[in-house]
């Protein structure tokens, strides 16, 4: 493949480590295929023959964690319009048979996390919990001490909302039930949401739902998102459900993350929540402010604020804004 060598530097351009287990690509691919260290990127690759000779890779790589992609560059110059036409539909033959299988695997992971699900006892400890400083909810818990978190989809019925679960071990590494679709998919903390519910808030992490649940002495219903590339699904999804609420979006603060092509502070936590709540009417945010004495390199969302300066500084931080919203929308 003509190009291979040149994919795996747009991949390291792009801010991918590359994991022992990577090389060489799996080329090709019938849908994303999850890889990089810590599982945070994805790539979804083929070939292409064009006439005059030679094998190219195409196909687009991204990252979870700040929801981009980007399409394998590819000097496509000397093709003639035919060979364009010809590598369009190819492509979009691809697409289809990969949401297809997509659709496959996402009922298969339906399967599996119910299974899942039902293991898991109402009752029980959680190392992870306790070093986060937050009381579990709408969770189950494991012998080993994992915690099973609920991937839902609250525009599907009550049979078929469970997508996934989200297994948080001890030591705080996260496992998903394999081949979920995320998008979309969240879990609510605290009590239904209905017509009456003037306004839900939306976080990234389990733990950081936690903390907001407890700053607002429990009465502010939290949908927890996942990452922040989710946020683009899940809001927009509650706007159409209780189009009365509304909604504000607790961000995550990173501060310190690099665009992975021009290596720029770009802070994906904020972006994706300033831009969802551009774009979805009766949207809010609002991100933790620390304080610089004691803020750690690692310290982006709520609970990190929870756990840095305590309780107080989240609740009085949420509540001015919460106040404000409530003031000028009642």
């Not at 389990?206 to 949908?223: C, D, K, N, Q, W």
């Amino acid at each position: 493949m003509e190009n291979y060598q040149s994919v795996i530097a747009q991949m390291e351009d792009f801010g991918v480590v590359f994991a022992g287990k990577d090389l060489p690509l799996r080329i090709p691919t019938d849908k994303r295929k999850t890889f990089g260290k810590g599982g945070k990127w994805w790539y979804w690759l083929r070939e292409f023959r064009p006439d005059a000779g030679g094998t190219f890779v195409v196909g687009r790589f991204g990252s979870y964690r700040t929801g981009e992609s980007v399409k394998v560059e590819v000097n496509w110059q000397p093709l003639a319009d035919a060979e364009r036409a010809r590598l369009d539909a190819e492509r979009r033959a691809a697409e289809d048979r990969a949401d297809v299988l997509r659709r496959e695997e996402a009922e298969l992971a339906a399967c599996s996390a119910a299974e899942l699900w039902h293991r898991g006892s109402p009752k029980g400890t959680s190392a992870y919990l306790d070093r986060k400083g937050v009381v579990g909810e709408a969770c189950r818990y494991l012998p080993d001490g994992s915690i099973l978190v609920p991937l839902l989809r609250y525009d599907y019925s009550r049979e078929h909302a469970l997508r996934a679960c989200q297994r948080i071990l001890p030591d705080g590494n996260k496992r998903f039930t394999k081949g979920f679709a995320k998008a979309g998919c969240c879990v609510r903390l605290g009590n239904a949401v209905d017509a009456s519910t003037r306004l839900v808030m939306v976080c990234e992490g389990y733990a950081t739902g936690l903390t907001l649940r407890m700053a607002s002495h429990h009465e502010i219903p939290v949908f927890v998102a996942l990452d922040a590339g989710n946020l683009q699904h899940v809001v927009p999804l509650l706007r159409g459900l209780y189009p009365q609420a509304r909604i504000l979006v607790c961000a995550d603060d990173d501060y310190r993350t690099r665009n992975q092509q021009t290596g720029e502070l770009c802070n994906p936590g904020r972006t994706a929540a300033k831009a969802i709540a551009k774009q979805v009417t009766g949207c809010d945010f609002v991100w933790p402010v620390f304080a610089p004495a004691t803020r750690q390199i690692k310290d982006t969302d709520f609970n990190d604020l929870h756990a840095r300066q305590g309780l107080e500084a989240v609740r009085r931080q949420l509540l001015a804004v919460v106040q404000a919203i409530r003031k000028q929308h009642g």
